[in-house]
């Protein structure tokens, strides 16, 4: 029997496979290259090796960003309409479900397309839970094969900009209590211990941490119920919709949004400049510690 697809979150591989042939479906390669990577094209090297059949792949830099304009950080958000015009270009219409997955658990570029899907107001996306590990580990087929690009539609609509926060909406909450504030790098970038990519360590004072990782438990999010208690301690006082999640680029920012989504805790927005836009500005204060 065939599996009608209507994911907004998450997907788990076998589910996946189960509906791999249906006709609305669309996949998405967002495997990326840590900023320090020595070699800055592996993860579309990676892609030609194998992939799940039929899945383009969506390039962090040259598709789910626009590097020409640094001022705004080190991945702005690409004009709308560039974005929508690759959408149609890989066959994907409001009417399609699309699963976007990277090499990791989402936290590398998968949940940034999927942030991104939605800003558009397309809800049927969602992200491969244990990214392209679990989708081996459970046996499944690959392809070396890359689907051809389409001379299709732009995809309708443009970015909710509603839901994007920009520095000086961050400026003009500093004085509020934590809680609001969600950063999703890792412990020690965020005390300011060490700072492998951008110039200066620290964090927007008042954010409070939560890594990525703290949302997984062996490489897939953990219940919603559990996430739920987590993410609800942490936002304290603050409603969802109240709340912003950062990191350093606007990159694993989105999967802390997707594991507020996955909790049932929706209506939190993105600071799409996090902390490399925030350094833009010397004046801006920064935080050390914890």
Same mark, same amino acid.
């Given at each position: ?40 094209? !592996? /993860? =579309? ?6 992939? $799940?059949?039929?899945?383009?792949? +969506?390039? %962090? @830099?040259?598709? *789910? #960003? ?43 570029? !998968? /949940? =940034? ?6 800003? $558009?107001?397309?809800?049927?996306? +969602?992200? %491969? @839970?244990?990214? *392209? #590990? ?66 200066? #360590? ?89």
């Amino acid at each position: 029997m065939s599996v009608d697809p209507n994911w907004t979150t998450l997907v788990d591989a076998a589910t996946l496979a189960a509906a791999l042939q249906h006709p609305q479906l669309r996949l998405l390669d967002a495997r990326a290259a840590p900023p320090t990577a020595p070699d800055p094209h !592996a /993860a =579309r090297k990676a892609y030609a090796q194998g992939h $799940l059949p039929g899945a383009h792949y +969506a390039d %962090l @830099d040259q598709d *789910l #960003a626009e590097l020409s304009r640094p001022a705004q950080g080190r991945h702005p958000l690409p004009h709308s309409a560039a974005f929508a015009k690759r959408l149609g270009e890989w066959g994907i219409d409001p009417h399609t479900q699309v699963v976007i997955y990277d090499a990791a658990d989402g936290s590398m570029a !998968a /949940a =940034r397309a999927w942030w991104m899907l939605r800003l $558009l107001g397309h809800r049927r996306v +969602a992200v %491969l @839970d244990g990214g *392209l #590990a679990a989708w081996r580990a459970a046996g499944f087929a690959e392809s070396t094969e890359s689907p051809a690009v389409r001379d299709g539609a732009a995809y309708p609509g443009s970015f909710d900009t509603a839901a994007v926060v920009d520095a000086e909406q961050i400026v003009q909450r500093l004085q509020q209590a934590p809680g609001w504030l969600l950063d999703a790098r890792a412990g020690e970038r965020f005390r300011g211990e060490v700072e492998p990519i951008d110039p200066v #360590a620290g964090h927007v004072p008042g954010a409070v941490n939560r890594p990525s990782g703290l949302s997984l438990r062996d490489g897939r999010f953990k219940p919603a119920a559990e996430l739920r208690a987590e993410l609800s301690a942490l936002l304290g006082a603050y409603r969802p919709e109240q709340a912003v999640v950062m990191c350093g680029s606007g990159v694993t920012a989105c999967h802390l949004l997707l594991a507020l989504e996955v909790a049932g805790l929706s209506g939190a927005r993105v600071y799409a400049g996090s902390w490399s836009g925030w350094l833009q500005d010397a004046s801006r204060p920064v935080a050390t510690g914890a």
